[in-house]
Structures are given as C-alpha cells and as structure tokens.
DNA sequence: GCGACAG
DNA sequence: ATCTTGTCGC
C-alpha cells in the first residue's frame, strides 16, 4: 500500500521507521471529556514555494480575538497524503508555542484519528504536546461515510463525522484528550456559515495568508526560520537581529 | 495494474 | 495547498 507513497518521499526517507512512530504515537491518544471551555485555538499554514507561513490564534467561546502569532518556515518535506505531519508539524507547533498562554483546546486543519495510522496531524500535535485537539478537515482522507458518520474502512470503527458548515462539508475527528461529540458540538457552535469553518480556523487561515502576503526581506536564521515582523514574541531559542 | 489521496 | 482566467455580487 505504500509503494505508491515510497515513490513520492524524498530519497533516504525511512517510511518505515514514520510508520512505526505513528502507530506508536496514536497508541497515546487519549477520548476524554473536552470539559469546560473558555478558549480555543486554531493552527494553519499557508505556502509560498518552499515557504510555509504558520498562523496560530486563540479566541474566546463568543468568538472574541484573544492571541495571535505567526512564524516563518522553510517547509523540508513535500506534501504525501497520510505523512502531512512530516511537513506541517513543525510550522504549526512553532507558531502555537509563541502564543502567551494554551487555549483549553485547539482546532487543526487536518485529520486527527479519521487517518490509515491513527495518527493525523491534529493528533501527532496532540499527543505531542499534550493539548487537546480536534482535527477539521475540509476533504476526506480515510474512512467510509455512512450518513453523517465516518467508519474505518477495516475495522468499522467510528473515527469522525461529517459537519456541514453553511456549503462545506467538514470532517471531524478526535485529535487528542476529546471526544468526539464534544468536537463536534464545539464546531458547529463556531461554525462562520459564510466561510465554511469555525472561526479560529477561519482566522488561522486568514492570518497565515496575511503574513504570506506581507514577507518581503524576511530574514532566515540558519535553521530556515525567522518569526513574523510584529509578533511581539519569539518561539523558544529564536533570535533577532 | 488502476484509482484514491488531509494540505 | 497553489496556479489562473473569468464571473458574480456587494
């Protein structure tokens, strides 16, 4: 099944050894009760060429903005279905680390559980972090859709549901330390019906182009990375000029 | 062998 | 995701 995918990674890659790590780490995914929640997160990334522009932001339940920080990346792997945390942890983990504080849960443009491996990207920055998570996909990636369900394709298991979002179908699934119906309320309840998201993703998205389209002169350090002019805070070992 | 295939 | 031309609506 992964001949197709051997051919789309970069020479050397250990495909086996990724697939090791994510059956590993999704055996750390934790449904738990969301419990009460005062603030949410969202994290996305936008590209220029190589460039990954990440975008992380926090609102209230009511929608109001609270914190917002982007950071620049040299993206250092491709896009491969099933590996897209390969190319998007590390963007997206940078940007939500220079937020001041974690909101209680956080939205990721991704799968979480609804993902061959167990391991979507939500839930690869779920578990690693420790955050609770929701991964909201606007495309399916795996599973078989049975109404507003999703099953795994093997086993029948439940690993998401379908939202629609005003035109949009979304599909949510469990990232990490929620559960699903907990998930799924909570993004209906931010769903913008004009813009087919829930507002933090909405805004992660945004800023994340926003910050695209404002990179001129961008300085790198020599990991590839450089924080957005007018963050006010620097992801942990950065420096600035 | 031929499609499917998060962003 | 990004590219890219044309179209619709405020």
């Known amino acids: 099944m992964d001949e197709s995918v051997r051919k789309r990674v970069p020479p050397g890659f250990r495909l086996e050894l990724a697939r090791h790590i994510q059956r590993k780490l999704s055996m750390k995914v934790r449904v738990e009760s ?10 996305d ?15 209230s339940v009511d929608g109001r903005p609270l914190d917002a920080c982007c950071t620049v990346s040299k993206a250092v792997f491709p896009y491969v279905p099933t590996l897209l945390s390969f190319r998007e942890l590390t963007p997206m983990v940078r940007s939500f680390l220079c937020l001041g504080a974690r ?36 495309s399916r990636l795996y599973g078989i859709e049975h109404g507003d369900t999703v099953l795994d394709e093997h086993s029948g298991e439940l690993i998401g549901r379908t939202v629609i979002c005003g035109k949009r179908k979304l599909y949510v699934s469990v990232g990490h330390r929620v559960d699903l119906e907990g998930a799924v309320d909570l993004v209906k309840s931010l769903c913008v019906e004009t813009r087919g998201l829930p507002a933090p993703l909405l805004a992660a998205h945004d800023m994340a182009n926003r910050a695209k389209r ?4 961008l300085q790198l ?19 600035r000029p």
């Open 214 to 217: 404002s990179c001129i002169g």
């Open 221 to 239: 350090d020599r990991w590839g990375s450089a924080t957005c002019v007018g963050c006010g805070r620097d992801p942990p070992g950065a420096t």
């Open 103 to 138: 909101p209680d849960v956080l939205m990721v443009d991704g799968q979480g559980v609804m993902h061959p491996y167990r391991l979507g990207i939500a839930s690869h920055i779920g578990v690693s972090l420790g955050v609770r998570t929701i991964g909201v996909a606007k």
């Open 45 to 59: 990334v936008a590209y220029m060429g190589s460039l990954a522009f990440s975008a992380a932001v926090t609102l």
């Open 34 to 43: 969301i419990g009460s929640v005062e603030t949410v997160g969202g994290v």
